[in-house]
């Protein structure tokens, strides 16, 4: 989306028509309390930019014209956060801004990214747009995006399922639980910009590697770990940037020395997505026991949130994505933190199931400017049960 960042921006956008209202942009000269709250509302479906401190002017011919008028901007900040707080249910995270003009006067810009959680209310109503206006959003509206809310919370599900149907290593077969993540954008992504990329073998590993020390130095070295991921093989719906094993673990018979417990495939997909396979989600402690290792999850989630910021500015794409983790084979087994800390953890804190499943809806936005909370959101429920929260979230954060 366009972005105004000063005065001859915003002159200059209205005189080539780059600046002009929209389904994703809304201007008014000054702003009531319980307009910016209606605007702001109405923007989280989609996602969208308001301007305070333009004006629509009416022309003799019955047209309209947009024309800067700037406003006193002091304190304008503090009242634009206030309201997207209080005033609006739930909470509305937005980012204000103030282009200077001279003797405290400006414009206010405020960005309000697609929200997970929309449509949101203001004033007892729930506020949607048209092509270029807000509207309160009629009773089968609402119903219509609450639907498309529990519907994205599902893709996540057959995402991870879809995941874990195409591990190479068949349930029966396994010695280890192993670890899915997923990532997927929600709105269509530039597939002439994805294509681009996974054509590109030098940017592909450059790409991967990248996420190797996005993780705290504690965590950074649980293997396997991205820059052994070398091998970049065409799939049906995709690239995938594998390990030794991971290839071996796709070869019958699989050839000598493959390890299950190394394995490493990250896939990026036609979609724009990303889908990770991580052989390591239990291992052996003692030939009678096995630990889960749950800081490899949390390093992973990390990395996840990382990359795929980095494919939302790569692929020029603002608006929502699901994400996912799913760890099997883990019942009955406690935390790898409690074989290296046993006196910390009393008594014992074991996994209740066999699979532990999350799945997130998050804004571009979002993960650019707080990924620890996508990353709190994928394993938090993991180690409050492992007792292990303390450990790990304090690493990430």
């Given at each position: 989306?366009?972005?105004?960042?000063?005065?001859?921006?915003?002159?200059?956008?209205?005189?080539?028509?780059?600046?002009?209202?929209?389904?994703?942009?809304?201007?008014?000269?000054?702003?009531?309390?319980?307009?910016?709250?209606?605007?702001?509302?109405?923007?989280?479906?989609?996602?969208?930019?308001?301007?305070?401190?333009?004006?629509?002017?009416?022309?003799?011919?019955?047209?309209?014209?947009?024309?800067?008028?700037?406003?006193?901007?002091?304190?304008?900040?503090?009242?634009?956060?206030?309201?997207?707080?209080?005033?609006?249910?739930?909470?509305?995270?937005?980012?204000?801004?103030?282009?200077?003009?001279?003797?405290?006067?400006?414009?206010?810009?405020?960005?309000?990214?697609?929200?997970?959680?929309?449509p949101h209310m203001t004033g007892s109503k729930y506020y949607g747009r048209g092509d270029a206006s807000k509207h309160a959003l009629s009773d089968a509206e609402v119903l219509r995006h609450h639907q498309r809310r529990r519907e994205q919370a599902d893709l996540?599900?057959?995402?991870?399922?879809?995941?874990?149907?195409?591990?190479?290593?068949?349930?029966?077969?396994?010695?280890?639980?192993?670890?899915?993540?997923?990532?997927?954008?929600?709105?269509?992504?530039?597939?002439?910009?994805?294509?681009?990329?996974?054509?590109?073998?030098?940017?592909?590993?450059?790409?991967?590697?990248?996420?190797?020390?996005?993780?705290?130095?504690?965590?950074?070295?649980?293997?396997?770990?991205?820059?052994?991921?070398?091998?970049?093989?065409?799939?049906?719906?995709?690239?995938?940037?594998m390990n030794n094993d991971a290839d071996g673990a796709t070869q019958v018979p699989r050839p000598p020395g493959f390890d299950e417990k190394s394995i490493l495939d990250v896939q990026l997909l036609e979609s724009g997505g990303i889908r990770i396979l991580i052989?390591?989600?239990?291992?052996?402690?003692?030939?009678?026991?096995?630990?889960?290792?749950?800081?490899?999850a949390v390093a992973y989630a990390q990395r996840l949130t990382f990359w795929t910021s980095t494919l939302s500015e790569r692929y020029g794409y603002r608006s929502l994505w699901t994400l996912g983790l799913r760890i099997n084979g883990v019942k009955g087994l406690?935390?790898?933190?409690?074989?290296?800390?046993?006196?910390?953890?009393?008594?014992?804190?074991?996994?209740?199931?066999?699979?532990?499943?999350?799945?997130?809806?998050?804004?571009?936005?979002?993960?650019?400017?707080?990924?620890?909370?996508?990353?709190?959101?994928?394993?938090?429920?993991?180690?409050?049960?492992?007792?292990?929260?303390?450990?790990?979230?304090?690493?990430?954060?």
């Open positions: 989306m366009w972005q105004p960042a000063s005065e001859a921006d915003i002159v200059e956008g209205i005189r080539s028509g780059a600046l002009s209202e929209s389904h994703y942009v809304e201007v008014k000269e000054q702003a009531r309390n319980e307009q910016i709250a209606q605007t702001l509302a109405s923007f989280a479906i989609d996602g969208g930019m308001f301007i305070i401190g333009i004006a629509e002017v009416k022309a003799g011919n019955g047209s309209k014209r947009l024309v800067p008028k700037p406003l006193a901007v002091e304190g304008m900040i503090e009242r634009v956060d206030g309201i997207s707080r209080n005033a609006i249910e739930p909470p509305l995270p937005v980012t204000t801004r103030v282009i200077q003009v001279g003797d405290g006067t400006g414009f206010v810009v405020v960005t309000v990214p697609p929200s997970p959680l929309a996540g599900i057959r995402l991870l399922d879809i995941a874990e149907a195409s591990d190479s290593i068949h349930p029966s077969e396994r010695e280890y639980g192993h670890i899915y993540l997923i990532a997927e954008p929600l709105m269509p992504v530039n597939g002439t910009l994805v294509e681009q990329f996974m054509d590109n073998n030098e940017a592909l590993l450059n790409f991967l590697v990248s996420g190797h020390n996005k993780c705290k130095p504690n965590l950074v070295d649980f293997y396997p770990t991205p820059q052994y991921a070398t091998r970049i093989k065409h799939r049906e719906l995709g690239v995938s940037m052989g390591r989600g239990t291992t052996r402690w003692t030939p009678e026991e096995s630990i889960i290792c749950d800081g490899l406690r935390s790898h933190m409690m074989m290296d800390d046993w006196s910390s953890f009393e008594p014992p804190r074991t996994m209740p199931s066999d699979v532990y499943s999350r799945t997130i809806t998050v804004s571009a936005d979002a993960l650019e400017s707080s990924p620890e909370d996508a990353v709190e959101s994928l394993v938090g429920r993991l180690l409050k049960m492992l007792g292990t929260t303390q450990h790990h979230l304090g690493n990430v954060r």
